[in-house]
């Protein structure tokens, strides 16, 4: 009950804060200079003034900014993000199509960040100064310090050139029909590269925070307390010390996953994977405005419900805290 | 160390111009043939017998946003298009027109009306018949009113008449011989009239799931991914395509689009998908070969535009002396990787095959150019200073691609060179449009001008003043404004006699390059990059923007 009670008070909250970005938004793009019309206009060679008129109309472009902005909530109240005339698609598709692949390679990406992050944080901080220590710390460097783009083209250049042994992008063979298992082994294939040169920075940066997280824990008084009782080292580090430092961790990973849904532009452009990102660099580019802000609107939902669950994460982790 | 001299001795010849049969690629054939036997070493003697089936992917860069070909004219379109629509003729390689949808068509001797005795027994892939209706509505109904390239290509276009089913006439107010270069579905598609009639055209959904007669079928498109076509199974041609598939990829990265095609994963990267940089790697990979086949019919030009409203570059010696302090011999080489030619006026090299190209005009690249560059700016009125520099202009970077950054930064170097001080500046794409052919905020610019199948098209919205119109991007926008020219623009459109035509537009390139209303750098030469593979991929002047009915994979 005290979860449905939370849960509803922080949605409600969220409505004034979705409704606030996208008011922001509109008027924020109308900044920018230039439109889709001379966009398009300009991509064809040339184009009489009649043509231009003929897009600037069928784009609504020539009706005032209010007008405009007036028949942008409307649609928005009714869920309708409205029609992409660059793509002739609606909006609301574009983006679906896009979300799977989006979500597929950051959920892996940062699930394996997570994971393989928080734990070699954990082996660093509990051998202290050892070679494991250092080593560690060296990798998790390296892969902080190294662009994604680089990566992954170097990745490409051996693994796909050299040995053959992945493809070199793409979601998934084209033209090859593949079903059921065969499928899920194809986009698994395509999906390594991309997944490795996304989570290698978010992994590094996750280790560094475990690390020093475990070893602020270690010293506090409640470990030495737990040990007196003749605790196991591993029930010490696993039942008190992991709970708590988690929570640094949770708290970056909340604010990184934000970045969830606008996907990394840079990786899913080396790799061609499609996606999200690179559908609003492109949109940002050619002037697409109703598309933009449609990804802008989707990602903010998004943002407010990954908030949310982080929260939830802290009160699985840390009974003190309550909703 | 040896080695190290022998492979760079190697990548210099492998980056020259032309590409000759060396030993090296001999004794890599031979190697690979070893293996396979004598059998293939002999089918390869012969003239190879085209194999059936088999996909076919090639990579589009970049992904078009919609494939309403026949009312957006961008040129990543027509490659994916042109395999379903078709035009009424094609072209061999003399640019002639040759039978299509069209099996015979007659001039009439005032150049007024053109006959075109159509293919009997066509459907279009919802299965439709082909018939002279479907030729009058594309022409009449959507090519003129919505095709970008129409108030040029179809100004003199009256009426289309249908006496019957199988015969289409055009009638046009004067004469208009450059129609005849323009009939292949890159430029004037034919469009099935029942699925848009009583629609509107620019909301038709076909605008995504083309319709049209050619030998592969729309099936698909993954946005950010691919689409793909199918073949027709009914096609008209007896016994064609080969291809069961294709599958146009699209990979935004450069570096991907060159390992897509080195791992084998693409067979075609036409329309310089590969970049520049990148060809002479894709030269030494034994599976891959490069051609510049297929271009003819797609002229263009690097240039720098002189805003002529520029209190200094108002004056034709400055502007003369631009043209003089510019080595095209460098942009050709370091900026276009050896591929095209420094141009010499307003007409590419390309429009030679027509007759209508002369280099018989005031020449800029000398001997002696820097001094005759400092020369006239001297006597325009513009001395050095104390520091050396006469004045200052700023550069608009062309934000197509990131050649032109090297582009722009050599023509900063150059000009510093005779005392012009250039500051670079970058914007996207609509900021950039909006600056120069809206707001009219620049000193010089350095576009890239598709000029199309005629001078008609290229001269035309560049130099005619009529064609100086805010808010309308890639026409007339240095102010340039000359009666003679135009006057010779408009006789040279509607001049039927090939002899008189070409005369004229020899007089306006010389002019022209007389005025040097615009810097002329580079005539542009697009490059394909294809698995051996594939064969018969380029049959026409018109390469990568016309079907590959006959392109067939060897297994």
Known sequence: M???????????????????????????????????????????????????????HKFGLDRPLATQFGVYLLNMLHLDLGYSFRNDSPVGSLIVDRLWPTGLLMLTAFAAALLIGTLLGLVAATGRNSWRDAVISLVSLVAYATPGFWLGLMMIVVFAIRLGWLPTSGYDTVGADNEGWDEVWDVGRHLVMPAVALALFYLAVYARVMRASVLEQIGMDYVTTARAKGQTEAR???????????????????????????????????????????????ALQSRDLNLLLGIFFVSACLVVVINLAVDLVYVCLDPRMEL | MARVLRNAGTLQESSGLSRTFDATDLSRRTILALPLGLAAAASGARAAEPKRGGTMVMIVHP?????????????????????????????????????????????????????????????FHNGKPFTSADVQYSFMEILKKYNPIAPVMLAELVAVDTPDPMTAVLRLANPAPYIMKALSGRDLPILCRSVFEGTDVLQNPSANKPIGTGPFKFASWERGQFVRLDRNETYWKPGLPYLNRIV????????????????????FAGYSAVNYADLARMKTNPILDLTTKGYEMTPAQSVLELNGRHPHLQKKEVRQAIAYAIDRKVILKDV??????????????KFKTAGLYTDDVRQYDVPDRLDIANRLLDEAGAPRGADGTRFALHLEVNSFGEQWLRQAEYLKQALAGVGIAVTLRSEDTATWLRRVYTNYDYDLNEPFLSQGVDPVYGLNKQFLTSQIRKGVTFVNDTFYSN?????????????????????LYKKVQQVLAEDSPMIWLIDVQYVSVFNRRLKDHTTGPLGTQQAFERAWMDK
């Not at chain 2, 276009?336 to 090299?349: D, E, H, K, V």
Request: aromatic fraction near 8%; charged fraction near 15%.
């Open chain 1, 2 to 56: 005290r979860l449905a009670r939370f849960l509803g008070y922080r949605l409600l909250l969220a409505i004034p804060v979705v409704l606030g970005i996208v008011v922001l938004n509109f008027f924020l793009i109308h900044l920018a200079p230039g439109d889709a019309a001379s966009v398009l206009a300009g991509e064809s060679g040339a184009a009489s003034p009649e043509y231009m008129e003929q897009l600037r």
């Open chain 1, 236 to 282: 010490v580090m696993v039942g008190h010390v992991l709970r708590n430092a988690l929570l640094p961790v949770v708290t970056m990973a909340g604010v990184q996953a934000g970045n969830l849904i606008g996907g990394s532009i840079v990786v899913e452009t080396v790799f061609g994977w499609p996606g999200v990102g690179t559908l609003a660099f492109n």
């Open chain 2, 63 to 123: 992904e078009p946003s919609t494939l309403a070909h026949y009312a957006v004219s961008a040129g990543n379109i027509p490659p994916i298009a042109t395999q379903v629509y078709e035009g009424l003729c094609t072209y061999d390689w003399d640019q002639n027109p040759q039978p299509n949808l069209a099996k015979s068509w007659e001039v009439a001797p005032d150049g007024k009306t053109i006959t075109f005795k159509l293919q009997e027994g066509v459907t």
């Open chain 2, 248 to 267: 146009a990829r699209f990979i935004p990265d450069a570096a991907t689009r060159s390992a897509a095609m080195e791992a084998g994963e693409a067979h």
């Open chain 2, 336 to 349: 276009m990787f050896g591929y095209g030619q420094p141009a010499t006026g307003p007409l590419s090299r």
């Open chain 2, 483 to 503: 009666p003679e020219v135009d006057r010779m623009l408009g006789e040279g459109a509607r001049e039927p006699d090939a002899e008189k035509r070409a005369a």
